[in-house]
């Protein structure tokens, strides 16, 4: 089995700052993409940033230089450091995690439950 969790969300006043974080556990042979995405009320579900296995960073245009996504893979774990907090940045935020098991050779995408974000004006 495998579980993909997320940690770290909360109420902050705009300008403010959180760090969120997604860790994977159990049968993992290696992680693939790993990727923040958020889902605003009456929202669709959107991407927020994504990272490769070789660290490569792909940011939704508006949030780049406010978001920073990074990974450590020897934690199977990846972080959305947010910064100047707008409070449309408000929304559940989910991880999404292409894991391939130990024992398979095909990849498969994990969702995290979602951690809620909350900014205040």
């Known amino acids: 089995q495998v579980q993909v969790v997320e940690s770290g969300g909360g109420l902050v006043q705009a300008g403010g700052s959180l760090r969120l974080s997604c860790a994977a556990s159990?049968?993992?042979?290696?992680?693939?993409?790993m990727g923040w995405y958020r889902q605003a009320p009456g929202k669709q579900r959107e991407l927020v940033a994504r990272?490769?296995?070789?660290?490569?960073?792909n940011y939704v245009d508006y949030l780049k230089g406010r978001f920073t996504i990074s990974r450590d893979n020897a934690k199977n774990t990846v972080y959305l450091q947010m910064n100047s907090l707008k409070p449309e940045d408000t929304a559940v935020y989910y991880c999404?995690?292409?894991?391939?098991?130990?024992?398979?050779?095909?990849?498969?995408?994990?969702w995290g439950q979602g951690t809620q974000v909350t900014v205040s004006s």
């Open positions: 999404l995690m292409n894991i391939v098991k130990m024992g398979d050779y095909r990849s498969y995408d994990y």
């Open positions: 159990g049968s993992i042979f290696s992680i693939n993409v």
């Open positions: 990272i490769s296995s070789g660290g490569r960073a």
